[in-house]
C-alpha cells in the first residue's frame, strides 16, 4: 500500500498508514508491555520459580525496550517501501551494534541488568530516536503532531489498564498463572474499550461496528442467491 501510494503521490494514504497504523499498533502492543511488566514478580515466581527473581528488573526494562522498538516499527516500514530501506538497515546496524558493546560493557559493572539497559538505550536513542524523526520529516509530518495523533490516544487509557490491574491483584492475590491470564484479560479488555471510546474517531468506531455486523451475519444473509440456490 505504501509503495503504490508513494507512486502516485498519494501522501495521504502514507500518513495514514504511518499515523493510524502506529496508533493501532501501539493499542495492541503497550497493554500487553504493561500487564507483563505489571506482573512480572508473580510471571518469573509462578513459571520459574523465586529463585529467579533478580530477572523481574531486567524483564521490566527490556520491555520497556520493545515498547520503543514498537514506536518505531511502523515508522521503519513506511521508510523501507518508500525507498529508505538502505538507510533502516544503517540504522538497524548501528542500533544492534550499540546495543552489543552497551551490553558487554554495562554487564561487566551491573551484571544482568546492564545487558537489558544497552537493549533500552539502543532502542530509546538509535532505532525510536532516528527512525521516527526521519519518517515524520519524509512524510512532511512534525513529531508534536505524531506524538498528538498515534503515541497519545494509546497511553491515555494505561493508567487506567494498571488501575485494574492493581484491583484485581488486591481483590484476589495472583496464586497461578490461569488466574494471572483471567486477571490480565479483563484489565485488557478494560483498556480496549477505555481506546475504542477514547483512542478512535468516530469513522472507525462506525467502521468498527459495520464489521462486527457483518460477521454476526449468516453466509445467506450476506448473499442473496446462495440463499434462493439453497
Not at 44 to 64: M, S
Not at 198 to 211: H, I, P
Amino acid at each position: 500500500l505504501v509503495s503504490q501510494s508513494r507512486g502516485s503521490e498519494d501522501h495521504e494514504t502514507v500518513n495514514r498508514v504511518l499515523l493510524d497504523g502506529t496508533r493501532f499498533l501501539l493499542a495492541i502492543a503497550l497493554p500487553f508491555l504493561a500487564l507483563l511488566a505489571y506482573h512480572a514478580d508473580d510471571i518469573i515466581h509462578l513459571w520459574v520459580g523465586p529463585e529467579l527473581a533478580g530477572a523481574v528488573t531486567p524483564l521490566r526494562i527490556l520491555l520497556l525496550a520493545v515498547a520503543f522498538t514498537s514506536l518505531q516499527l511502523n515508522a521503519a516500514n513506511v521508510l523501507g517501501m518508500s525507498g529508505r530501506h538502505r538507510q533502516v538497515a544503517r540504522i538497524m546496524l548501528g542500533s544492534a551494534a550499540t546495543n552489543l558493546v552497551l551490553s558487554l560493557v554495562l554487564l561487566h559493572f551491573i551484571g544482568l541488568p546492564g545487558v537489558a539497559i544497552g537493549s533500552l538505550v539502543s532502542a530509546l536513542v538509535i532505532e525510536a530516536g532516528l527512525v521516527l524523526p526521519l519518517a515524520c520529516r519524509t512524510q512532511g509530518i512534525t513529531l508534536t503532531r505524531f506524538l498528538r495523533a498515534s503515541v497519545l490516544p494509546t497511553v491515555g487509557g494505561l493508567p487506567v489498564l494498571i488501575a485494574v490491574a492493581w484491583g484485581l491483584s488486591h481483590l484476589q492475590p495472583v496464586d497461578s498463572l490461569a488466574w494471572l491470564i483471567v486477571q490480565a484479560t479483563l484489565a485488557g479488555l478494560v483498556y480496549l474499550a477505555f481506546f475504542y471510546l477514547v483512542g478512535m474517531r468516530a469513522d472507525e468506531r462506525a467502521m468498527l461496528q459495520r464489521g462486527l455486523q457483518r460477521l454476526r451475519r449468516r453466509p445467506s444473509d450476506i448473499n442473496p442467491e446462495a440463499k434462493s440456490h439453497a
